[in-house]
Structures are given as C-alpha cells and as structure tokens.
Nanobody, 125 residues
Framework: VQLTESGGGSVHTGGSLRLSCATS????????MGWFRQAPGKEREGVAV????????DYADSVKGRFTISQDNAKTTVYLQMNSLKPEDTAMYYC???????????????????WGQGTQVTVSS
C-alpha cells in the first residue's frame, strides 16, 4: 500500500494549506483513510478521517470548523483543507489507511495499518 502526501509548508497564523494523499484505487475504495499529526515530543493524534465509500467523516475536536477532509474519486486522492491555522497546528502530518471495514476508534493512530512518509506543516505567529 502506497500513500503519497503533498502540500505541506509554512504559513502565518490564520493562513490556509491543503494537503493531498494519493493512493491506489484498491486502497482508496477498501480502506478507511485518515490524516494524523505528530508534533515534537507529542504522541501522534488523529485529525480527520473519511470513509470514501459513503463520504462519512469525523474530526478531532481541536480542528472542527477549521479543517475539512474530502475525496476525489477520479484521482483516488484524499484532501485535508486546513483553514484558520494556528501555531499549535504545527506538526508533521501523515496520511494513513486502515483495513477491516469498521468505524470505531477511527481517530486512533494505533489502529491504522499503512502510513505515508509525512509532510511538514509549520504555522508561525
């Protein structure tokens, strides 16, 4: 399973970035897809997830109303649109995929089978 992330960068507080995660059609259609992040010295935490078969989504409380996860079926790509960015959003962001067809613990990193290489997001004040 290959997950290829792109779109990270550096912005000021209040700025926006869009992350992309491209994968194969097999992975895209049969796995729960999620975005996670890890700041230095902190545990990896779930940010947003999407079940591409139904479009069902879930978000961490810390990003609700600011981040949006979406999908492009033709490109088998999942996106994370991040608006109103804050310095505390600074982290390495990872795309992940989980097999098994279940929804519970969808924001728990340890339940995911496959990971991308990560893309850095830095928000300065």
């Amino acid at each position: 399973v290959q997950l290829t992330e792109s779109g990270g960068g550096s912005v000021h507080t209040g700025g926006s970035l869009r992350l992309s995660c491209a994968t194969s059609e097999y992975t895209y259609s049969r796995h729960l897809m999620g975005w996670f992040r890890q700041a230095p010295g902190k545990e990896r935490e779930g940010v947003a997830v999407i079940w591409t078969g139904t479009g069902t989504t879930d978000y961490a409380d810390s990003v609700k109303g600011r981040f949006t996860i979406s999908q492009d079926n033709a490109k088998t790509t999942v996106y994370l649109q991040m608006n109103s960015l804050k310095p505390e959003d600074t982290a390495m962001y990872y795309c992940a995929a989980r097999a098994g067809g279940y929804w519970y613990d969808s924001l728990v990193a340890s339940t995911y089978n496959y990971w991308g290489q990560g893309t850095q997001v830095t928000v300065s004040s």
